[in-house]
């Protein structure tokens, strides 16, 4: 907590990954089937969680053993105290994460019976995070090893963040999820870029079919578009990744899916952590894999992230 918390970073070990991101108080309902335009259905029951895209990565990083610090903001209300406390107890320092007055981001999560989610997103204090914020966390960013971004904040905050992070030579893994719009100075420090089949085909203009059919040329042709790196995910399908030698098919793990909610996240975070311990981007996206299947057999996206012990045990 900015000028307020403790300070944990000293006590952590393992390689340095700071994000940069959001963090939502998560209302998640399971419905047996979406509801029509102008009907409404019975949610099976309601939980309230920690989450938003950049909290879950930073705890899947931090139980992959990642040292993680989180730059982003919360609110002067209850669930502010909540975000705070779900990062604290993974061992996440805090000290970057400014309370601001007014509500806490959050979103209401609608997870149908094959396991696959809905998602609407209300920004509250991650909208607060801007360019000011971002240039008095620069210590924070530049002592990091790898920078995690997503699309959930300002377009001028993650900007800020990548460019900071690139000039202090921090590796920028940016997962434009949801897709916003970045100057392309930005894309061109991303390695690698993340997105998941919709975001490829949003930013290609195609549609998902295309990308699906033909994720290898998606991933040629958003490279075009200046990322060193990149990585498009493809939910049970698994992986392309593009890096130095070309393009590479990493299949999923196959499991029984529970709850796809976070997997992208799950995958990302772990990846992160993986590519700050030196592997490179094809072996830490193999272990991103096993991670993310694992967290798919469990409920919840923060609630479903393994150790990094409990993702290798489960590939043995
Ligand atoms: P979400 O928005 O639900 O967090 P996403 O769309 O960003 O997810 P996905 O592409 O669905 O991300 O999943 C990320 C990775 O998680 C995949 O590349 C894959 O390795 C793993 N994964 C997702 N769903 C499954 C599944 N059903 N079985 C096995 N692995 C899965």
């Given at each position: 907590?900015?000028?307020?918390?403790?300070?944990?970073?000293?006590?952590?070990?393992?390689?340095?990954?700071?994000?940069?991101?959001?963090?939502?108080?998560?209302?998640?309902?399971?419905?047996?089937?979406?509801?029509?335009?102008?009907?409404?259905?019975?949610?099976?029951?309601?939980?309230?969680?920690?989450?938003?895209?950049?909290?879950?990565?930073?705890?899947?990083?931090?139980?992959?053993?990642?040292?993680?610090?989180?730059?982003?903001?919360?609110?002067?209300?209850?669930?502010?105290?909540?975000?705070?406390?779900?990062?604290?107890?993974?061992?996440?320092?805090?000290?970057?994460?400014?309370?601001?007055?007014?509500?806490?981001?959050?979103?209401?999560?609608?997870?149908?019976?094959?396991?696959?989610?809905?998602?609407?997103?209300?920004?509250?204090?991650?909208?607060?995070?801007?360019?000011?914020?971002?240039?008095?966390?620069?210590?924070?960013?530049?002592?990091?090893?790898?920078?995690?971004?997503?699309?959930?904040?300002?377009?001028?905050?993650?900007?800020?963040?990548?460019?900071?992070?690139?000039?202090?030579?921090?590796?920028?893994?940016?997962?434009?999820?949801?897709?916003?719009?970045?100057?392309?100075?930005?894309?061109?420090?991303?390695?690698?870029?993340?997105?998941?089949?919709?975001?490829?085909?949003?930013?290609?203009?195609?549609?998902?079919?295309?990308?699906?059919r033909d994720p290898g040329a998606a991933a040629t042709r958003l490279h075009a578009r200046?990322?060193?790196?990149?990585?498009?995910?493809?939910?049970?399908?698994?992986?392309?990744?593009?890096?130095?030698?070309?393009?590479?098919?990493?299949?999923?793990?196959?499991?029984?899916?529970?709850?796809?909610?976070?997997?992208?996240?799950?995958?990302?975070?772990?990846?992160?952590?993986?590519?700050?311990?030196?592997?490179?981007?094809?072996?830490?996206?193999?272990?991103?894999?096993?991670?993310?299947?694992?967290?798919?057999?469990?409920?919840?996206?923060?609630?479903?992230?393994?150790?990094?012990?409990?993702?290798?045990?489960?590939?043995?």
């Open positions: 907590m900015n000028a307020h918390g403790p300070r944990v970073s000293s006590q952590q070990a393992g390689p340095r990954v700071v994000v940069v991101g959001s963090t939502n108080v998560d209302y998640v309902t399971r419905v047996a089937r979406r509801p029509d335009v102008g009907e409404t259905v019975a949610g099976e029951d309601l939980t309230v969680l920690p989450g938003g895209k950049g909290a879950n990565q930073a705890v899947a990083a931090a139980r992959s053993g990642a040292a993680v610090t989180f730059v982003g903001a919360v609110g002067d209300d209850v669930h502010g105290t909540m975000l705070l406390e779900a990062l604290i107890r993974d061992g996440i320092d805090v000290t970057g994460v400014h309370r601001v007055p007014g509500a806490s981001g959050s979103a209401v999560i609608v997870v149908g019976p094959d396991g696959d989610n809905s998602i609407i997103i209300i920004a509250g204090a991650n909208a607060k995070v801007d360019d000011n914020l971002i240039m008095e966390e620069s210590a924070q960013i530049g002592g990091a090893s790898v920078c995690v971004l997503q699309g959930e904040l300002s377009s001028a905050a993650t900007t800020r963040a990548a460019l900071s992070a690139a000039a202090a030579g921090v590796r920028v893994v940016l997962n434009l999820a949801p897709v916003i719009e970045l100057p392309t100075e930005v894309l061109r420090v991303a390695d690698p870029l993340v997105v998941n089949g919709h975001e490829a085909a949003h930013l290609l203009g195609l549609s998902a079919a295309d990308v699906e200046g990322p060193l790196s990149v990585v498009i995910t493809l939910g049970a399908e698994g992986s392309v990744v593009l890096d130095q030698d070309g393009v590479h098919s990493v299949p999923a793990r196959v499991v029984d899916a529970v709850d796809s909610t976070g997997a992208g996240d799950a995958f990302v975070g772990a990846l992160a952590e993986s590519l700050a311990g030196n592997q490179a981007l094809l072996s830490a996206s193999t272990y991103a894999t096993a991670y993310a299947a694992l967290a798919v057999t469990r409920r919840g996206a923060q609630a479903s992230y393994p150790t990094r012990f409990e993702a290798e045990e489960f590939v043995r």
